[in-house]
Nanobody
Framework: QVQLQESGGGSVQSGGSLRLSCAAS????????ITWFRQAPGKEREGVAT???????LVSDSVKGRFTISQDNSKFAAFLQMDNLKPDDTAVYYC??????????????????WGQGTQVTVSS
């Protein structure tokens, strides 16, 4: 059974930083990627960043230059370093995964398994 667990959310002031972690277990499929999404109240879910098993990464234009995605393959974990946070970054952040090719990952498609989410709140 695939399980994903996010951690690291919290409340920060504008300009601050947070590092989200996603611990994954129970999967053995390949290829795969781990993707971070977020959803703000009243808004659609938005793909934020993705990383595949070979370390290829992509971040959305809305967070480029501020967010960095990385992973620890040995621990089946992925991380989202968020710097220079803005109030518009306030959302519930989810990590997701699934068996998929890079062309699906980089268009934020094909997520099959999801964590429960972690709240990020940025105040001005």
């Amino acid at each position: 059974q695939v399980q994903l667990q996010e951690s690291g959310g919290g409340s920060v002031q504008s300009g601050g930083s947070l590092r989200l972690s996603c611990a994954a277990s129970g999967y053995a499929f390949s290829p795969y990627c781990i993707t971070w999404f977020r959803q703000a109240p009243g808004k659609e879910r938005e793909g934020v960043a993705t990383i595949d098993m070979n370390g290829r990464t992509l971040v959305s234009d809305s967070v480029k230059g501020r967010f960095t995605i990385s992973q620890d393959n040995s621990k089946f974990a992925a991380f989202l370093q968020m710097d220079n946070l803005k109030p518009d970054d306030t959302a519930v952040y989810y990590c997701s995964t699934g068996p998929r090719e890079w062309y699906e990952c980089r268009t934020f498609q094909g997520s099959r398994y999801w964590g429960q989410g972690t709240q990020v709140t940025v105040s001005s």
